[in-house]
């Protein structure tokens, strides 16, 4: 079978549930290099929170960060690709979302999208106050009552584990990519990111195929584990969820051992025979 490209994601899939990696994952990364596959990361994480994880000399060729709103070249850290939503389309979202009385994050334009402007609508929200608190030194609050100024690389409203309501909240703004994530944080609330319409963990994996690789989805293996790698999971034919996915996703896909038990390597050993 020829494999030209693997993608994984990052939190939950490829690293351990204590931040680390194991030996025989980092081993396969490697082995891939050697044949010449293309070793993609697609995560919901800024470049900067991805660095905290990642040493510089990570075996991996490209990372989609930030869901797909842009794209970096590992061993050079060069951007090659980036999208941004233009203010007034950004000063929407925030109307939108004040007029509910969600918690949200907006994110400044790359490369500087781990910096973000915040408002709370002062219900309790542990898993915002937590994650506010994480990047406290990059936040600052959201000045209201004047019209937001600049591009946004993409806005996070964080929402209690309730379906129902997400799926309310996310046809009220056109325009726009929702996609819907599970909080690393407590492993329990919903991220609603928002971003511009085009962008996706799969829109990222396949302008790296089209435009830098020359790779057709048929080459292409997936492994994934929210509901924010669906898009990439359905990219190609060869497409893997660790034992840790949600029920929904592990009923579409084939599945191979959890992120804690190298199952990024089972699910290429399985196509690869490696």
């Known amino acids: 079978m020829s494999i030209r490209l693997v993608a994984t994601d990052l939190d939950g899939t490829l690293m351990r549930s204590n931040g680390e990696f194991s030996v025989e994952d980092i081993g396969t990364l490697c082995r891939l290099g050697k044949l010449g596959v293309v070793r993609v990361i697609a995560t919901g994480r800024s470049p900067y929170s ?16 930030s869901s797909g709103a ?9 951007l090659v690709h980036t ?8 000063q929407t979202i925030i109307s939108w979302l004040c007029f509910h009385g969600i918690d949200f994050m907006v994110h400044n334009p790359i490369p500087l999208n781990h910096y973000f402007q915040y408002f709370t609508a002062g219900n309790s929200n542990p898993d915002f106050e937590r994650r506010l608190n994480l990047y406290k030194e990059f936040a600052t609050p959201l000045i209201q009552g004047v019209p937001y100024p600049n591009p946004a690389s993409q806005v996070v409203a964080i929402l209690p584990n309730d379906e129902g309501m997400f799926n309310s909240l996310r046809s009220g703004v056109e325009g726009v990519k929702i996609i819907r994530a599970t909080s690393p ?13 085009t962008v996706s963990k799969a829109s990222g994996i396949r302008w790296i195929c089209q435009n830098l690789e020359g790779v ?7 492994v994934g584990n929210d509901y924010n790698d669906s898009d990439m999971l359905q990219l190609t034919a060869h ?11 592990k009923k579409s896909y084939t599945v191979v051992p ?17």
């Open 216 to 222: 057709t989805p048929d080459q292409i293996v997936v």
């Open 258 to 274: 959890s992120n804690d038990s190298s199952g990024f390597s089972y699910a290429i050993n399985k196509v690869l025979g490696m």
């Open 70 to 78: 842009g794209i970096l070249k590992w061993d050079t850290k060069t």
């Open 185 to 197: 944080i407590d492993g329990s609330s919903i991220w609603m990111e928002i971003f511009p319409e």
């Open 50 to 65: 991805a660095s905290r994880v990642l040493s510089p000399d990570f075996p991996i060729d490209y990372l989609v960060f």
């Open 83 to 90: 999208n941004e939503m233009p203010a007034a389309l950004v």
């Open 239 to 249: 497409s893997f969820v660790v034992e840790n996915a949600p029920e929904l996703l």
